[in-house]
C-alpha cells in the first residue's frame, strides 16, 4: 500500500497526530508524512490512501491545506481511498460561561476542519473510508490532550482496517 499522511501544523500539535497516524499505517517504506508545503505533485502518483490533517483555525483548516487541495486537479483522487482529521479545541474547555454558549451555537454552524477537508477530497474523486475524526488539544497552543497521540494511532489502525 502506497499512503501519503499530509498536514499542516501551526504549534506543532496536528504534526504530532499526522506522524501518529503516519507512523501507524503500515511498513515504513511505503508511508511518507508531509507537511502541506512539501507535497509535490508527483507525490499523489500511484497513491492508494491520501489522509489530509489540518488544525481547526476559525472553523476551518488553514489556507495551506485550503490552497492543497484546491490545487488537485479534478478527479486527480479517482481510485484513491481518502480519510481526513484535524485538532480542535473541546469547547467544554472554554473557561468563559459566555464564551462557551457562544463557540457552542458557533460549531453547531460552522463545525471543525476535518469535515470541508474530506468534502473536498471526496469531490476530487477520493472515495472516504473513515468519518472526518477530531484530536483535542488543551489550548490553543496545545498541548494535546492525555491519550490522543494513542487514539490516532488506533484511528489510523482502523482506517487501514477498512482499504
Ligand atoms: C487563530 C486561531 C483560531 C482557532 N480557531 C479554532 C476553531 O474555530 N475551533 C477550534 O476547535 N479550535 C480553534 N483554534 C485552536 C486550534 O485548533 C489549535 O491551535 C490547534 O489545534 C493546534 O494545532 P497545531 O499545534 O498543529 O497548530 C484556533 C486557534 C487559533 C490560534
Same mark, same amino acid.
Not at 25 to 29: A, H, Y
Not at 36 to 47: E, F, R, S, T, W
Not at 91 to 96: E, F, L, M, N, Q
Given at each position: 500500500m502506497k499512503a501519503l499522511v499530509v498536514y499542516d501544523s501551526v504549534f506543532g500539535n496536528t504534526e504530532k497526530i499526522a506522524l501518529a497516524v503516519g507512523n501507524s =499505517?503500515?511498513? /515504513?517504506?511505503n508511508i511518507a508524512t508531509l507537511r502541506?508545503?512539501?507535497? /509535490?505533485?508527483?507525490? =499523489? @502518483?500511484?497513491?492508494e490512501l491520501l489522509i489530509v490533517g489540518s488544525p481547526t483555525r476559525a472553523f476551518r483548516p488553514t489556507k495551506a491545506v485550503d490552497d492543497f487541495l484546491n490545487g488537485?486537479? *479534478? @478527479?486527480?483522487? /479517482?481510485g484513491v481511498k481518502v480519510a481526513a482529521f484535524d485538532t480542535r479545541i473541546s469547547?467544554?474547555?472554554?473557561? *468563559?460561561s459566555f464564551l462557551r454558549a457562544v463557540l457552542s451555537v458557533m460549531v453547531r454552524l460552522f463545525g471543525y476542519a476535518a469535515k470541508p477537508i474530506a468534502d473536498k477530497l471526496g469531490k476530487k474523486g477520493g472515495s472516504l473510508i473513515a468519518p472526518p475524526e477530531g484530536f483535542f488539544v488543551k489550548d490553543s497552543e496545545g498541548p494535546l490532550k492525555e491519550g490522543e497521540l494513542e487514539r490516532a494511532a488506533k484511528w489510523a489502525r482502523q482506517v487501514t482496517g477498512a482499504l
Open positions: =499505517l503500515g511498513p /515504513k517504506e502541506v508545503g512539501d507535497v /509535490k505533485p508527483d507525490h =499523489l @502518483n500511484a497513491l488537485i486537479p *479534478s @478527479n486527480g483522487l /479517482k469547547t467544554a474547555d472554554v473557561r *468563559s
